[in-house]
């Protein structure tokens, strides 16, 4: 996983771009400092979409995503000619600069995709000219220390 920093913005934005088209799939993640409202109970199953989106669009504009995660899946290129990789194989692929993991597939076998994880921390600037206020929902923050969320990495890079 590559955490991206303002240092590395550029390469690893660049690095993500380059494999994007050629990912498989891709899945996305956010963290953000809050997920709901206090007083406000979760939507019923029963809302149309559009009385869900009137109940909860309040959420993002008090709350802050303070860290995003894109992970780019793509087959293994041995998999799909039914080859199994060797262990020098596997090695190159996960020493790349974005520590490529594989995953295991659904039999349990040996990995089919190689995946590459960017992990974005998103602080907003500090400006004369903009200023954005940071709430924090307290069991969001308990929630983000438990599952090790880095806030030096986050207020910092």
Known sequence: MVNVTKANFLEQSNDLLKHL???????IDEEMTGISLPGSGRPSKDDTPSQRYESIKTV??????????????????????????TTEEKGTASASSNASSEAPSAEGSEAEYLVRR????????????VTREVTMNPSSVAFLNQHNMNFDMWTKQ
Do not use: C, M, W
């Open 60 to 85: 993002p504009e008090r709350y802050s995503i303070i860290q995003l995660g894109v992970a780019l899946f793509h087959e293994h290129p041995d998999y799909a000619q039914n080859k199994k990789p």
């Open 21 to 27: 088209p050629t990912a498989a799939f891709v899945a």
């Open 118 to 129: 960017y992990n974005f921390y998103l602080f907003p600037p500090s400006s004369n000219d």
